[in-house]
């Protein structure tokens, strides 16, 4: 698995001048029938024991709008290394674990676990800038001419200011296949601002130049706007 990620990351690194960061993201997706319930739950898992020596920053993410999926909830983890990622998912399987996935049974339904390779990762990281997302699932036949392109458009809105918060892309490791190969987000700190520097930016040249680069190269299955409602440090 080291080797994988380490080689697909050198092949983007030798097209691209973004900014690079190890590590992996796993996403789990759920249809959620009462949030209260499920958070509060979560808030419990995270601050015993076992939640205070989990090795990655943990974020849940309502999502606003998420097109026929049914998931309507999202829990992100935040790995930093190969060891991280594969300890945390190792705890898993600890009786704790098994009580919490009890206690939310009545509220939740899993509907998909995916595991992401860090490509690309830029931005303010600032949680004030990032408190709402613009996710695009998307299958890419070449990563990349894919990480060329999305490098510089990325680095021509940073320039522009119609980057507020991170950015990023991920290629996806495990999960439905079928589904996407890989996603890229853009964090904003407010409903407001997300969709008005989405607007400048897609009514830009550089991002008309960045449509037809990549112009059967992708084809984006979804787009979804997530709002965090929670996050929890490593």
Known sequence: MKLFSKLLVLAILMTSSSVFAAGYIATYSVKVSDSA???????????????????????IISYAFNGYDDATHGVVMNYESDEDMANGTSSFYQPVFAE????????????EQSLNVKLISG????PAKNQVYMIYRMKVKDPAGYAK??????????????????????AQMAGNNNYYSHYAF???SSMESLITSTLELQGSDDFKEFSEAVTGNREIIQTSIGVVIKIYPK
């Open 100 to 111: 919490f996935l009890q206690k939310i049974s009545s509220v939740s339904e899993a509907v």
């Open 186 to 188: 853009n964090g904003a």
């Open 37 to 59: 319930k499920f958070v509060n739950e979560m808030d419990a898992l995270m601050a015993s024991d076992w939640g205070k020596s989990f090795p990655a920053d943990v974020s």
């Open 149 to 170: 392109a999305y490098s510089k458009i990325v680095k021509a809105a940073e320039e522009a200011g119609n980057m507020e918060g991170s950015y990023g892309l991920r």
């Open 123 to 126: 931005g303010d990281s600032d």
